[in-house]
């Protein structure tokens, strides 16, 4: 993987103490990001970490995750498709003192309430964008494409539900997710790749989250 977060442990010789494990990875739609995990934070966190702020300026980067010990042990129930996300991704460790990331305990019933909870919040958000009527394609389009990119980690739950790998592109993604949920998201992936979104689309979209989140309703788990 072609890091480009290689050089950012000088950036945090502040808290060098605290570092247990630096992770970049690479999403589906091959941006980079990269996490950070500290045993705990330290006093005057944000003053520490400074450097870490102008390094990520300086060299256009995405703003890493930083997180502690604690954070991951208490946040596997609430926000188990972000770490799901994580750990499906292409990634590399530039730090590892304990990998933290590797064999996380994740709940299949928790990873079900989320992706209900993330299908009717982008049900529920969509409309009220397109109630404004601020319907011009461009809009359309901004509007179709943030929601569909905010949704990947939560089309991942299917895959950790059903036990199956995670595809490493986004068409094989939806198709790939299609055939486990039964619901067509081959629609998902053109609509990324379109340059003009009309109403018609948005339509068919929350049609399609609708079917989605009245699935994850009674969706089954071990």
Same mark, same amino acid.
């Given at each position: 993987?072609?890091?480009?977060?290689?050089?950012?442990?000088?950036?945090?010789s502040n808290?060098?103490?605290?570092?247990? !494990?630096?992770?970049?990875?690479k999403d589906?739609?091959?941006?980079?990001n990269?996490v950070?995990?500290?045993?705990?934070?330290?006093?005057?966190?944000?003053? /520490?970490l400074?450097? %870490?702020?102008k390094y990520?300026h /300086?060299?256009?980067?995405?703003?890493?995750l930083? $997180?502690n010990?604690?954070?991951?042990?208490?946040?596997?129930?609430?926000?188990?498709l972000?770490?799901?996300?994580?750990?499906?991704c &292409?990634?590399?460790?530039?730090?590892v003192k304990e990998?933290l990331?590797?064999? %996380? &305990?994740?709940?299949?019933?928790d990873?079900?309430l989320?992706? @209900?909870?993330?299908?009717?919040?982008k049900w529920?958000?969509?409309? &009220?964008?397109?109630?404004?009527? /601020?319907?011009n394609s461009?809009?359309l389009r901004?509007t179709? !494409?943030?929601?569909?990119?905010?949704?990947?980690?939560c089309?991942?739950g299917f895959f950790?539900?059903?036990?199956q790998p995670y595809?490493?592109?986004?068409? @094989?993604?939806?198709? &790939?997710?299609?055939?486990?949920?039964? $619901?067509?998201?081959?629609?998902?992936a053109?609509?990324?790749?379109?340059? @003009?979104?009309?109403l018609?689309?948005?339509?068919?979209?929350?049609s399609?989250?609708?079917?989605?989140?009245?699935l994850? @309703?009674?969706y089954?788990?071990e």
């Open positions: 993987m072609n890091n480009p977060y290689s050089g950012i442990l000088n950036s945090l808290v060098s103490d605290r570092l247990i !494990q630096v992770t970049a990875y589906l739609l091959s941006n980079y990269a950070i995990i500290l045993d705990e934070d330290p006093d005057g966190w944000l003053e /520490k400074s450097p %870490l702020a990520i /300086k060299h256009k980067l995405n703003l890493p930083i $997180i010990r604690r954070f991951i042990k208490y946040s596997l129930d609430s926000y188990p972000e770490f799901i996300n994580i750990i499906s &292409q990634r590399e460790n530039i730090l990998d990331l590797a064999n %996380l &305990q994740i709940k299949p019933a990873v079900r989320q992706m @209900e909870r993330e299908f009717k919040s529920l958000l969509t409309r &009220q964008v397109i109630l404004e009527g /601020k319907m461009r809009n901004h179709l !494409q943030l929601s569909i990119t905010a949704l990947i980690p089309v991942k950790f539900l059903s036990k595809p490493q592109s986004s068409d @094989e993604l939806f198709a &790939q997710a299609a055939l486990i949920c039964k $619901i067509d998201l081959n629609a998902f053109i609509w990324m790749k379109k340059t @003009e979104i009309e018609a689309d948005i339509e068919r979209y929350l399609i989250l609708n079917k989605l989140m009245e994850m @309703e009674t089954p788990v």
